[in-house]
């Protein structure tokens, strides 16, 4: 698989985040197949069109960011996808699921605070891919993911070196892979 990028200041995709989201994807797309997918917090839109590229049917992918959609939009183009791919500017609030695959690579906050809607747009069966949380984070995620009847199949982890400590302590990235089997809260 092949995807030609271009960036501008949107979320760098060599990120260990970024390249976590990219091995759970594979994995899922190799358990069964997926029609659709949500991306949240699109940035470079790498995450939908390597699900278009890996057979999903179409592709919804959504940020706050008018930079990030037009980026995508341009990498869609780049790559002949755009036929495939809806942009939202908003957030998940203003999408209806279900989907089959659910895709946030977020800050811890963020993450936590949109676990509800991610639950809401994923479909019985379908799977979450988790990312841009730190290993310090997980126990707090873990909690969160409880509570809305959730918990991980799969965890990734990946350092990334910095200039200086890190404000968390912690140079290690985490992304989790979620199958939703129940009907969720």
Known sequence: MWLLLRTGTTFPPSHPTTKMCLRFMVRASQERRRRNL???????????????????????????????????????????????LLLVRGSTEAVAGPFDLVLANLPMPVLVDKLPELVRLSGVGASLVLSGFQDVDKPTLEREMVRHGLSA???LSGDLSFYAIPPSGSFTWMAALIHRVGSGK
């Open 153 to 155: 199949d799969h965890w």
């Open 38 to 84: 949500l991306d949240v917090g699109c940035g470079s839109g790498i995450l939908a069109l390597a699900g278009l590229r890996l057979g999903v049917e179409c592709a919804v992918a959504v940020d706050l960011s008018l930079k990030a959609l037009i980026t995508s939009r341009a990498n869609a183009q780049l790559n002949h996808l755009e036929k495939r």
